[in-house]
């Protein structure tokens, strides 16, 4: 019985190794070119987000990414100080992010008013993702 109880388990620890390989890379680096409509993620971070009656929503606070590809923007809302904050993600084309060349500014809209937004399914920074 320990043995196949051993071989179970074994069995089980090879399964998770194998899921937990690292992705295949390519051969050599592939370089790109960053153009002046491209937005850095540092330029982003701590952006307001406003929405259709320019009341600022929220402020970006984070982005996902999963494998190579956004896949959500984190939003703090409401809150003073750190305190009360509640943090949801969003999807990238939930927001439109520009380039205001007047202002030399980045800008973020999204429609939604801060009450939806607080009624969201919060995001919590715990976990593998606590700060």
């Known amino acids: 019985m320990r043995t196949v109880v051993f071989a179970l388990a074994a069995s089980l620890l090879s399964t998770v190794a194998m899921s937990q390989t690292a992705p295949t890379l390519a051969q050599g680096p592939a370089f790109t070119e960053v153009n002046q409509a491209s937005a850095l993620g540092s330029s982003l971070k701590g952006l307001n987000v406003r929405n259709a009656g320019d009341e600022n929503v929220g402020e970006i606070e984070d982005l996902v990414v999963v ?13 003073f100080l750190g305190m009360g904050t509640h943090y949801v993600a969003v999807r990238p084309d939930s927001i439109a992010i520009t380039w205001n060349e007047a202002d030399k500014k980045w800008n973020a809209r999204i429609n939604a008013t801060k009450d939806q ?8 920074y715990e976990g593998r993702f606590a700060k």
Do not use: D, E, M
């Open 117 to 124: 937004l607080k009624s969201a399914p919060q995001f919590k």
């Open 67 to 79: 494998g190579n590809t956004l896949a959500s923007y984190i939003l703090s809302v409401g809150g």
